[in-house]
């Protein structure tokens, strides 16, 4: 690695991994300072706009500059930033990129005697290739083999929901109470974890729940049940009154991503708390026709299975959103899980999402590429991490 390249990485990674590393803190916030800091896309210097697509590069695209790129950047400066990112939508290393990005964020790839885990990779390939919507890869129809040809998808659900309905997701999320699964499914593609602002996703009425999940004051609960909760600092149905309705979708789904339309939901009274029969997982719910039932609501709409589900998020402005902030952290190499976790600003994502959605009603993988990385807070937040490495 050459010495530009390397303080280049070592210079991001040291400002994402100290201070605030925050990605779209808006200029000028700081109270001591006396006027807020205007910031120009179009008037970076060649040299700060080479170093910006130096580091864009090789996760994107997996290349460094070329010739040409280098040449644009030299004559224009900070105005070859868009005509650069945008003309990358047609290069092979965007597909291996969107397909690594999302293997990454799923933890699912290769395949066993027993189950293909590149379905999912597969998939999101196909999306990018074909220049289809980003969202596809919720709500596509089919599945696809290694050589790009329709396969049927292999959970044996009547429905299908894009990467959710392949076995290789299903089977690699699998855990009591479907809690990975769900817990996988609103992080991945919408960037949240548990609990949940009420306007994102009401909650189950505790009534409807296991006494458990029903616990709305710790004050309720026995010491025992406080130590088996996930999150002792919340009381039981703040998490979990969000999960059930999640959970719920996948409650006919087995251990290995095999659809039983016979699940019952209930609890195996000689098993695991969390595991019902069969390779199952027990349900939030405590009704025997509630246990039993794939519907659901997500977000607030009410839908029937996994499959309308999935349309919902999909839908969701949160999913754009999301999906900037994956590519974020994907391409800079940025931890935003945990309490040391960095933050993205919730505007720019927004931002970003309303830019991409302006040049497509469905935005494809590319069109939120160049909407994410010609963002002006992106470029800026970066361009400062980079500062002094020209010098």
């Not at 994402?16 to 001591?32: K, Q, V, Y």
């Not at 309905?165 to 990975?180: C, D, K, P």
């Not at 009401?202 to 909760?229: M, N, W």
Request: net charge negative; charged share 20%; hydrophobic share 35%.
């Amino acid at each position: 690695m050459s010495a530009r390249i390397f303080g280049t990485a070592f210079a991001v990674l040291t400002l994402l991994a100290c201070g605030t590393g925050d990605i779209g803190t808006p200029p000028g916030t700081n109270p001591d300072d006396d006027e807020p800091e205007t910031f120009s896309v179009e008037g970076l210097a060649p040299s700060k706009t080479r170093t910006y697509l130096e580091k864009l590069a090789p996760p994107l695209v997996g290349r460094v500059l070329t010739p040409y790129e280098q040449q644009q950047i030299e004559a224009d400066g900070g105005k070859a930033i868009e005509p650069i990112v945008k003309a990358w939508a047609t290069e092979p290393g965007l597909v291996s990129a969107a397909r690594a990005m999302m293997e990454e964020k799923l933890s699912v790839s290769g395949e066993t005697p027993d189950i293909d885990y590149s379905l999912p990779g597969n998939l999101v390939e196909h999306v990018v290739k074909t220049n289809a919507p980003w969202s596809d890869i919720l709500t596509a129809p089919s599945c696809y083999g290694r050589d790009g040809n329709v396969v049927a998808c292999d959970s044996g659900a009547p429905f299908t929901a894009g990467v959710l309905t392949t076995r290789g997701y299903l089977a690699a999320r699998a855990s009591r109470f479907n809690l990975t699964r769900s817990s996988t499914l609103l992080r991945a593609f919408a960037c949240q974890s548990y609990p949940q602002d009420d306007s994102i996703q009401p909650r189950v009425p505790p009534e409807k729940l296991r006494h458990l999940f029903s616990i709305t004051d710790l004050s309720q609960a026995d010491p025992e049940e406080i130590a088996s909760a996930a999150n002792p600092d919340h009381p039981c149905h703040d998490c979990h009154g969000q999960f059930a309705a999640h959970a719920q979708l996948f409650v006919k789904f087995d251990q290995e991503g095999i659809y039983r339309p016979e699940a019952t939901g209930e609890q195996d009274p000689d098993g695991e708390l969390g595991r019902s029969f069969n390779g199952l997982m027990t349900s939030h719910f405590k009704e025997p026709a509630d246990m039993a039932s794939e519907k659901s609501q997500m977000f607030g709409t009410e839908v029937n299975n996994l499959a309308e589900a999935a349309h919902v998020l999909s839908d969701d402005p949160l999913f754009l959103q999301c999906s900037a902030q994956n590519l974020l952290e994907y391409t800079l190499r940025i931890d935003t899980a945990g309490p040391l976790g960095k933050t993205v600003d919730k505007d720019m994502l927004a931002r970003i999402a309303d830019t991409a959605s302006a040049e497509s009603a469905e935005p494809t993988f590319p069109e939120i590429v160049a909407a994410t990385f010609t963002d002006p807070d992106v470029v800026r937040t970066v361009v400062g991490a980079l500062a002094g490495d020209d010098e």
